[in-house]
């Protein structure tokens, strides 16, 4: 039996937002998401600076991956994520921000806060009540903790439950 690879998360909550916000201009902007197509994959490459092997990603059979666009700029991907739906929890396996979103220059705030916000309203959606687990690096733990509410688990597993994903899905979504 093939044994799934676990990434060790490194994603930084850099500001939790009710949307994304331009590190410019202050101005914040509303955020859809929705599935990566194949035909997305021509911009997501290592050689555009993009970390992970998202092609695989797609090609996973047990995973649905999800990308972050501004609403009115659906072209443009501010970023990533790879997700399992347990029977009880939705499993984050990876979430990466645009190059463009990266290092002190980056262009927007807020998209991994999005992004395991849209988790948490996806665990609601699937009736496993805003459970949803991650795998963290240890330097990251602490961090978790702190921005997103998750609790450290065991070893590196970081799960976030009913009340902290209600927080997180209030603040990013507005019904």
Same mark, same amino acid.
């Given at each position: ?13 850099? @500001? ?11 101005? %914040?902007?509303?955020?859809? =998401?929705?599935?990566?197509?194949? %035909?997305?994959?021509?911009?997501? !490459? ?14 996973? *059979?047990? @995973?649905?991956? /999800? ?13 990533? !994520?790879?997700? !399992? ?22 262009? /927007? ?6 992004? =395991?916000?849209?988790?948490? @309203?996806?665990?609601?959606? @699937? ?10 690096? +240890?330097?990251?733990?602490?961090? $978790?903790?702190? *921005? ?17 994903? +209600?927080?997180? =899905?209030?603040? $990013?979504?507005?019904?």
């Amino acid at each position: 039996m093939k044994r799934d690879k676990i990434y060790h998360n490194d994603f930084i909550i850099d @500001r939790l937002t009710n949307s994304i916000v331009n590190t410019i201009s202050g101005d %914040s902007f509303p955020t859809e =998401v929705s599935l990566l197509v194949k %035909s997305d994959l021509k911009d997501i !490459t290592k050689k555009r600076g993009w970390i992970f092997d998202w092609i695989s990603e797609l090609k996973s *059979t047990d @995973r649905e991956v /999800y990308k972050l666009t501004i609403t009115n700029n659906l072209n443009v991907i501010q970023g990533l !994520t790879s997700l !399992t739906v347990k029977a009880d929890h939705v499993l984050i396996h990876l979430i990466e921000n645009a190059p463009f979103n990266r290092g002190k220059d980056k262009l /927007y705030e807020g998209v991994p806060g999005n992004l =395991v916000a849209f988790a948490c @309203r996806l665990s609601f959606q @699937r009736g496993h009540d805003g459970f949803v687990s991650f795998h963290s690096k +240890t330097n990251l733990v602490n961090h $978790y903790i702190k *921005t997103l509410g998750a609790l450290h688990h065991r070893n590196h597993l970081m799960v976030i439950e009913t009340d902290a994903a +209600t927080n997180l =899905v209030n603040k $990013y979504f507005k019904s």
